[in-house]
């Protein structure tokens, strides 16, 4: 409703308006400046979309619009993104013809409404893209402003199991026929929430715990217990810039690309470091460090909210997009551990490759972390 009445207070009070660009023609009204907008349907369950013209129309002008499957996957092509097309029965179009009054430059309103919520899986990011389709007057469209994109944002709720226990923290190998060699490029992702970084023996490290022999740990060689080192195999480190904080939420991405390994923290580049060529292998997950005689020497204090791993080198664009939650039939993507089962001791791969993290039935996993939010 707020942008509903936005939209008719810039028709009432601005008027006609003329805006500076390359060539005159008309547009989806928002995006010269960002093609893609956030809906936030928790917020408002309709969207006001309109149509600009660069300069006063001398008559009225009505312009088509319609909902195009086509410009998203045209945009998913051209930056390597996975979004997703809303499904036809979530969603609604009111009002496919605007109009741009004779003396004004901004058009009338068209709804575009969420009608079915149920329809909507977590963890997908879906976009309902709306073009110009066409005009009835000899008014040009430009181009590159053709479509909005309405990214739709929802607050996600999970679950997080607690893993500073020694009991927890554990070695998952996989199946035989599970495990993935020769990857030169992958990424992989962890979301965790520190409890505590003081260490449980001074002179050890915090491990939070690794695939193959890439590992994450905290407080390495004499640093402070809340700096991270990132391990591409044993002879590559990074050190990370951010000073990470308790009682927080991080989502962790580390990718390798072949050439160079690059750690971003919620999405933002951290750090990155050139790396020599070297042949990884998926197979299993390390939850702490299980190394026999260290798993409370290097006790991780805290809770996961997700481990991913990718047999392909993300974007950042990519990343930023799967924060809150991720695809899992996305390309590339070889497990995907949520962890928000909210009880027992199984972990379970979102994915069909469904490569599962089981305890043994005598470890109880503590489930603390039962309301937490993410929003997309």
Request: glycine letters at 8%; aromatic letters at 10%.
């Amino acid at each position: 409703m707020k942008n509903i009445l936005f939209s008719l207070f810039l028709l009432l009070m601005i008027g006609c308006q003329n805006i500076e660009t390359e060539y005159d023609g008309l547009l989806m009204t928002g995006t010269e400046s960002n093609e893609f907008v956030k809906f936030a349907i928790d917020e408002q369950g309709s969207y006001a979309i309109s149509v600009t013209s660069t300069v006063c129309v001398q008559q009225d002008v009505k312009v088509y619009i319609d909902v195009d499957d086509e410009a998203l996957a045209k945009y998913n092509t051209k930056y390597g993104t996975q979004y997703v097309m809303v499904p036809q029965n979530a969603y609604k179009l009111e009002n496919k013809e605007v109009m741009i009054s004779a003396g004004q430059s901004i058009s009338s309103s068209a709804l575009v409404s969420i009608i079915n919520k149920e329809e909507l899986q977590d963890g997908i990011a879906y976009v309902i893209p709306v073009s110009i389709k066409s005009v009835d007057s000899g008014m040009e469209v430009i181009e590159t402003n053709r479509t909005i994109f309405l990214k739709l944002s929802k607050t996600i709720l999970f679950a997080a199991p607690f893993v500073g226990t020694t009991t927890t923290t554990r070695n998952f190998p996989l199946d035989e026929e599970d495990i993935i060699t020769g990857i030169q490029q992958y990424t992989w992702e962890v979301k965790f929430k520190a409890q505590t970084f003081d260490r449980r023996v001074t002179s050890e490290p915090i491990k939070l715990g690794g695939i193959y022999n890439n590992m994450l740990r905290f407080g390495e060689s004499g640093n402070p217990g809340n700096i991270l080192e990132v391990y591409a195999g044993t002879e590559n480190k990074l050190i990370a810039k951010t000073e990470f904080m308790v009682n927080t939420w991080y989502m962790l991405s580390i990718v390798n690309d072949g050439k160079t390994l690059t750690l971003y923290v919620n999405g933002i580049k951290d750090n990155s470091m050139a790396l020599t060529p070297y042949e990884y292998q998926f197979d299993g997950v390390e939850i702490g460090q299980s190394l026999k005689g260290y798993e409370a020497a290097q006790l991780f204090h805290g809770w996961l909210g997700g481990i991913r791993y990718w047999s392909r080198a993300l974007s950042a664009r990519e990343i930023r997009t799967n924060l809150c939650g991720v695809n899992p039939n996305a390309e590339g993507l070889e497990a995907c551990y949520q962890m928000n089962e909210g009880q027992g001791n199984v972990f379970y791969d979102s994915t069909p490759h469904q490569r599962h993290l089981r305890y043994p039935e005598n470890i109880n996993v503590q489930w603390t972390e039962v309301e937490n939010k993410c929003v997309e």
